[in-house]
């Protein structure tokens, strides 16, 4: 179905949703959209990855073709800082379209961190690929649209660090040298995003390992909660004051936990349950992103995911700070998919508008 045309939120319209001032008459559109960058400039997520002007293209592609209310820089999300200090990471060759992911984790349980490496976000891996891309996309599109870049929780990167398993069992046995992990995850990803704000970019933080079909909500308030708290606090002393925070899977049981982390817009994804988020985020005056399922996203019809997002942005008419988004668009989904799920936000708005005048 044709999208109707229409620019990008400015700066001002879309601080006015993340500050909860009124339900907005039509809600922020916010896809995920990350190894898909690749698709709309038929390359791979390996490629762009690794290329700041292919990355930079894809960007600005994306934008072309979608006009969202705000880009985030980024393809392999969670790979990025763990690379940079010295993980390895597969990525693939000619027309594999496979995402790049961690092959070698640097650290066991119990090392000594006291000396561990601070990466220099200019130089380290592929940190300054996405920097030169936030700053040549910033210049391209100018200071009114909102940009974010992307950077790690620090329960991802941990992740990323030590793997999964190791880590969690550590979780039980050695707990201080956890939090002694998650601290020094945490000043790697500082110095990431120092390199971001640098840029003129914004902020988003990625740590869906912190999910709870992952981790208990009582070791997410003992492990994780502390560490985001200071690394958010953190954002707003560098003069990042929105820092949405994403967590995918079904967060319901840590929603009042993420609120408690200072992020100003949050998730309730697809296998969220959405009426009890949306009290949350009222109560607190939290922007709540709503997300569709990849899957639909995938392999349904226009119409189809047309008048699923309908039927959220009704769920969420009321609510202020209210944001349609996706879950993580796979690649190659087709692109008339993703535009359904704008126009329906965007007939959302001339419906508002048409009933109040």
């Avoid at 920097?131 to 909102?146: D, F, I, K, P, Q």
Wanted: charged share 20%; glycine share 8%.
């Amino acid at each position: 179905m044709p999208c109707s045309p229409r620019l990008p939120a400015t700066r001002a319209q879309v601080e006015r949703v993340l500050r909860c001032v009124a339900p907005a008459p039509a809600p922020l559109f916010l896809p995920a959209i990350y190894e898909q960058k690749a698709w709309f400039i038929d390359q791979t997520p390996s490629a762009i990855a690794r290329d700041p002007a292919l990355l930079t293209r894809a960007l600005l592609a994306e934008q072309e073709a979608i006009g969202a209310d705000a880009l985030a820089v980024g393809v392999d999300v969670y790979n990025v800082e763990a690379e940079a200090v010295g993980c390895e990471v597969a990525f693939y060759e000619g027309k594999d379209a496979s995402i790049p992911g961690i092959t070698r984790h640097i650290l066991r349980p119990g090392d000594d961190l006291s000396a561990a490496a601070i990466p220099h976000p200019g130089r380290a891996g592929r940190m300054p690929v996405n920097l030169e891309a936030a700053r040549n996309v910033r210049r391209a599109l100018g200071g009114e649209h909102w940009i974010r870049g992307a950077i790690s929780g620090p329960f991802s990167l941990a992740v990323a660090l030590v793997g999964a398993e190791d880590l969690f069992i550590a979780c039980l046995e050695q707990p201080e040298w956890v939090h002694q992990c998650l601290d020094y995850a945490a000043r790697v990803i500082r110095a990431y995003a120092t390199g971001y704000v640098d840029a003129g970019v914004e902020l988003i933080v990625f740590d869906s390992q912190a999910s709870p079909q992952l981790l208990s909500p009582a070791m997410y308030e003992e492990f994780v909660l502390p560490v985001t708290r200071d690394l958010i606090a953190w954002a707003g002393t560098q003069g990042v004051r929105d820092v949405p925070l994403v967590i995918g899977g079904n967060t319901t049981a840590i929603a009042e936990l993420l609120v408690a982390t200072g992020g100003n817009n949050l998730l309730c994804d697809f296998t969220a349950d959405y009426d009890t988020w949306a009290g949350v985020a009222r109560r607190a005056g939290r922007a709540l992103r709503r997300n569709l399922s990849p899957h639909l996203l995938e392999t349904g019809t226009p119409d189809a995911i047309y008048a699923a997002a309908r039927e959220e942005i009704a769920r969420g008419a009321t609510l202020p700070g209210f944001i349609m988004g996706t879950a993580v668009i796979p690649f190659g989904t087709p692109l008339e998919n993703v535009l359904a799920v704008k126009q329906a936000c965007r007939d959302a708005g001339a419906g508002a508008a048409q009933a109040s005048g």
